[in-house]
């Protein structure tokens, strides 16, 4: 499944409650950095933890995500993502499907958060191709 992700900084809560006022559409599954389990891996910093780590606006029959975006390179990201979702008969064959399509739009781009187990997902990950679209992979638990 292909959605669009949209990635803020630090505005997201306004621009969602913008969005849902404009579309009447209900905002759902929001969770802030503050929520996650701490990890020396992925420190937050004070800053952020209200900041929004996902939501999803829901209208007209579909839905939207978003994020604050997190720290990247030094620099909040913004813009919009693709977000692929891997589903398939089984795990492994969902993770196979993803491995090789994360292979594929990897040749002359670059990883920005690598393909690999997390609290949320079997595997998720993000890496902007050759052409500079950013995508987001996700195989869901």
């Not at 409650?17 to 891996?41: E, M, T, V, W």
């Not at 090789?100 to 690598?114: F, H, I, R």
């Not at 595997?123 to 996700?138: A, E, N, P, Q, S």
């Amino acid at each position: 499944m292909i959605r669009p992700y949209i990635m803020f900084n630090g505005n997201c809560e306004e621009a969602l409650n913008f969005y849902a006022g404009a579309f009447g559409g209900q905002i759902k599954g929001l969770r802030r950095f503050g929520s996650i389990p701490a990890s020396p891996d992925f420190p937050i910093p004070p800053e952020i933890r209200d900041n929004i780590l996902h939501a999803e606006l829901h209208f007209r029959g579909g839905f939207i995500m978003c994020s604050d975006g997190g720290e990247n390179e030094g620099a909040f990201c913004d813009g919009v993502r693709i977000s692929v979702e891997f589903e398939s008969e089984g795990p492994e064959q969902a993770e196979a499907e993803a491995k090789q399509a994360w292979g594929a739009l990897l040749g002359g781009g670059k990883e920005v958060m690598p393909l690999q187990p997390t609290f949320f997902a079997r595997l998720h990950g993000t890496l902007r191709d050759k052409y500079g679209v950013y995508w987001m992979f996700t195989v869901d638990k």
